[in-house]
């Protein structure tokens, strides 16, 4: 494998870093290498054994392997250089980076671009702060999985799960059908926080008692967990006193939310969204350090693989023509979230590209009005955080911005009715 | 029956300080632990700061708890490079808002004075900020002790069983003493592992060491459960301060603490409160009371980057008026049985307590005869993320799974967990406390699995037989199908 000359390197070979690898090549890069720190290429897929996915991209209900495996088909096809079991340690700015490997021992590479796709880490106890004892037996939820689907284990067979994220929600139904008792799902807020298609297909469906606006407020056992103390909360998410229930319980599953992954892109000075967790990127998916681009879960966590792909697909080629010496508008309008937006990627646009918007929202709303400037304005019957929105402007929809102004505020308001 | 002339009994900081102290005699000894890996009591809760007391109020020259820690502050610095062990003299600033709080500094270096600490000195506020720039607008001036280190004393520990161990101690992990028999010339010590026949034995049981103690009516002491709070924040705000920082409470609990751990988080800390023995529990209070104390050093401080939280416990002499004394005698009732409790600061004060102890089995009768070949020095673990470029592609190319991580957030090796369980890691704790796998910000989602694999491997044992901590704190119940099978 050639390690001089890299055009574009991928950090990462989910589903992020594969569709960025894929479409660098098609886009004229020669040398594309992805590295990953696992055995083997398709990230987390694998542990997905459930469907649902590409239902978008494919227009095909496909599984998490089958999705992966379609990609990484044509990542070698397409003579993609995969550095397995590398891990990479260190990125600078000046584009240097460093990994290590059994295999090849201390690489280090200096491409002409390199994307970012190192994807997102679960949250856990630790930065919950849950109160009580330490024993065995707490895993997030997608490290359960890892046990379950890949290494052939089950955690325990009286299960308690709190926070009702997608993989939360999935293992729910995962563990029913491995013969364990889901004994509750806890949610704080007053609804879940994934998919509403998980929720009816992963809970309802299996009569998994699903507690919302509740939380675990004590955590029992020395050794092995034994319970937990659950407690209902008030408007403020803090817990009611008084309403302390015990739940017996031999595991406690986390999925209370997804951090994006960016320790590399830190050490390389590329600046992040203190709200997505993620680098602040323009319409090119160009971080805050040119030829340093980022696509997928490690700049917001997104709640379906198809839109990880398609970011992706774009971080990738942008990262070719960087690596080929094109030089991209620079994005210079600003979109801001004004009432009930969480945050929109990218965070810039240039005005002057066809360009999808992917927006968050802060809380549960029924029939209101998505305003994304005077650009466009669109009614939507309900917004739910966990669900993210996808808006394409073209640009025929930003010629109608005002020159000069550098500033798009994107809000979400309660229709008026007449 | 093992049969062995000196018993220490617990293995944390002290007990294998003591053990590694009688290494360098011709005795034979044997160390018992009761958890599977050293340390794993008060020795692993704590702010992890090498100090000499003179921070208390309390602190007088003539309390032997002030003797011992101040001659180990002199010890501990050599003992951790005859060890490989990670050693780091942050210094401390404790920090005073009004000019009461300077006065009370004042009279707290005067004393530490008249017992020969000097180095202490006065900085003012713009000085101050140019050490601590993310101190609190608020803070008027420090008092100084450029002394004041951090180290790992769960790795002290292990590095000292391993350094006795090589001079000859036989070390015992997973055994509880559950009882004490006073026999013709010595004792007979029931263990969960068997017996132990012994002429001599050293409690150093920590939070049990009255438990212990009594089982023989050699109880002569009490002493209190005082249950600490202390967090750890990601290392991506590592720069919020250089030095330990913490200020004299101007009201009962509102005492706090921030330092440098010696691999680059902070840790914070709280008061210290009378707790039921082994409630190793935290709450939510226990935090919010943490946060707003440090945060009226550290504004910055934010809940937001706690990875991790824990309490620990420390047996105070004394709960009601300070912590000044400690248990360091031959118990009055049995013979050549001896108690050894620092309370607080208790990894501080080992170096010197080990050689206290020497002296006591001196009194009780034990001859003391040096041995020739006693070897103070012990390897690290190899920390590879400490490693150059150059000594990791050398590495890599002697044994290949060192290029295999396992612990993506804090870079730990296949390689460096083998050697963890070559050495006596038996549990995924064991191989955390060794190695840091796990210890980074995601709390070991990624590498459990791994880390399970691995022990499973090295030790021939089920994933299902790998545990948390020994005892019945398996990972995973069940095979796949055993439940829908109805094996279970």
């Known amino acids: 494998m050639k390690l001089q000359d890299v055009d574009v390197a991928v950090i990462g070979a989910g589903p992020a870093g594969l569709a960025a690898a894929i479409k660098a090549k098609e886009s004229g890069a020669q040398n594309v290498i992805v590295m990953e720190r696992a055995e083997q290429m398709g990230g987390l897929l694998h542990q997905c054994v459930h469907n649902g996915f590409g239902l978008f991209y494919f227009n095909e209900d496909l599984t998490g392997p ?78 359960a999985q890892r046990f379950v689907n890949v290494e052939g284990f089950i955690p325990g067979k009286k299960i308690v799960i709190l926070g009702s994220g997608d993989i939360g929600m999935i293992m729910a139904r995962r563990l029913t059908l491995e013969g364990a008792n889901v004994e509750a799902v806890v949610e704080i807020l007053p609804y879940t926080g994934g998919l509403i298609r998980n929720e009816v297909q992963c809970l309802h469906d299996f009569e998994i008692p699903l507690l919302l606006r509740h939380t675990v407020t004590q ?18 998410a803090r817990p009611i006193a008084g309403t302390e229930r015990k739940i017996e319980c031999d595991t406690l599953l986390l999925s209370v939310g997804l951090i994006p992954e960016n320790e590399l892109s830190l050490m390389a000075g590329v600046e992040l969204d203190p709200i997505t967790g993620g680098p602040i990127v323009d319409e090119m998916r160009q971080t805050s350090i040119p030829g340093i681009f980022a696509g997928g879960n490690v700049v917001h966590v997104h709640d ?86 996808k808006i394409e402007l073209s640009p025929e929809h930003l010629k109608k911005t005002k020159k000069g102004t550098g500033e798009i505020v994107v809000k979400c308001e309660r229709r008026q009715r007449q | 029956m093992f049969q062995t002339e000196v018993l220490i009994i617990g293995g944390g900081a002290l007990g294998t300080a003591i053990a590694r102290e009688l290494s360098r005699y011709k005795v034979e000894t044997a160390l018992v632990e009761k958890e599977f890996d050293f340390g794993w009591g008060s020795t692993k809760a704590n702010m992890c700061i090498v100090c000499q007391g003179a921070d208390g109020l309390e602190f007088r020259k003539e309390y032997r708890r002030t003797r011992l820690v101040q001659e180990s502050m002199s010890l501990m610095e050599p003992l951790c490079a005859e060890l490989d062990v990670p050693f780091n003299r942050v210094g401390e600033l404790a920090i005073f808002f009004n000019n009461e709080g300077r006065a009370k500094y004042e009279k707290m270096k005067a004393r530490a004075e008249i017992s020969g600490i000097t180095a202490h000195k006065f900085i003012e506020r713009d000085e101050l900020r140019q050490m601590e720039p993310n101190i609190a607008k608020e803070a008027i001036g420090a008092l100084y002790d450029p002394n ?66 009594a089982m023989l009516n050699a109880d002569d002491f009490v002493v209190y459960p005082i249950r600490g709070y202390v967090a750890i924040l990601d290392r991506k705000v590592s720069d919020l301060v250089n030095h330990e920082v913490h200020a004299r409470p101007e009201a009962p609990g509102e005492s706090n603490i921030i330092t440098p751990t010696v691999y680059g988080n902070l840790s914070i800390g709280t008061p210290m409160t009378l707790a039921k023995r082994g409630e190793h529990l935290t709450t939510r209070e226990m935090t919010q009371i943490t946060l707003n104390n440090v945060q009226r050093l550290v504004p910055d401080v934010s809940e937001r980057d706690i990875i991790n939280s824990f309490s620990g416990f420390l047996m105070f002499r004394n709960w009601e008026v300070g912590w000044h004394e400690c248990v360091v005698s031959p118990s009055r009732n049995v013979p050549r049985f001896i108690n050894v409790s620092i309370g607080y600061p208790g990894v501080s004060a080992a170096p010197a307590t080990a050689r206290e102890v020497m002296k006591l089995l001196r009194q009780e009768g034990l001859k003391l005869e040096e041995k020739p070949d006693f070897n103070p020095y012990r390897k690290a673990i190899t920390d590879f993320s400490e490693l150059s470029d150059q000594e990791k592609q050398e590495l890599i190319a002697k044994d290949n799974r060192y290029g295999h991580v396992v612990c993506r957030c804090e870079t730990v090796t296949e390689g460096e967990i083998i050697e963890a369980i070559k050495r006596g890691a038996n549990t995924l704790d064991g191989v955390k406390f060794r190695t840091r796998a796990g210890m980074g910000r995601c709390q070991s989602g990624f590498c459990l699995p791994r880390v399970i694999n691995i022990l499973s491997r090295e030790l021939s044992i089920s994933p299902k037989e790998v545990t948390k901590k020994g005892g019945e704190s398996q990972q995973l119940l069940f095979e796949s199908k055993e439940l829908v099978e109805g094996r279970q």
């Open chain 1, 304 to 389: 379906l693989v198809d839109n990880v792909s398609w970011e992706s697909e774009l971080a990738g080629e942008s990262a070719a023509r960087f690596a080929s010496g094109v030089k991209e508008p620079k994005g210079e309008i600003r979109l801001k979230a004004g009432n009930n937006i969480r945050y929109i990627v990218p965070q810039t646009i240039s005005g002057q590209n066809a360009v999808t918007l992917y927006i968050r929202v802060e809380e549960m709303e029924e029939d209101v009005r998505l305003q994304i400037g005077d650009v466009m304005n669109k009614g939507l019957r309900i917004v739910k955080p966990s669900e993210m929105l």
């Open chain 1, 219 to 236: 955590i029992h056992g020395e050794q092995r967990i034994e319970a937990v103390t659950i407690s209902e909360v008030d408007n403020s």
């Open chain 2, 148 to 213: 004041i280190a951090v180290t790992d004393p769960v790795r002290l520990s292990i590095a000292l069983a391993e350094n006795a161990e090589q001079n000859g101690v036989k070390l015992i992990t997973g055994a509880e003493v559950q009882d004490i028999v006073k026999v013709a010339d010595g004792f007979d010590v029931k263990t969960s592992q068997g017996n132990i026949y012994c002429e001599f034995i050293i409690n150093a049981a920590g939070t049990s060491v009255d438990r212990v103690a």
């Open chain 1, 66 to 143: 089958e999705y992966a495996h379609r990609f990484v088909e044509k990542a070698t096809d397409t003579g993609i250089n995969g550095l397995l079991e590398t891990m990479v340690t260190e990125i600078t700015a000046e584009r240097q980076v460093k990994a290590i490997s059994g295999e090849a021992g201390c690489i280090t590479l200096k491409p002409k671009a390199i994307v970012l796709a190192m994807g997102c880490r679960e949250r856990a106890r630790g930065a919950l702060g849950i109160p009580g004892t330490r024993p065995a037996g707490i895993f997030t939820a997608g490290t």
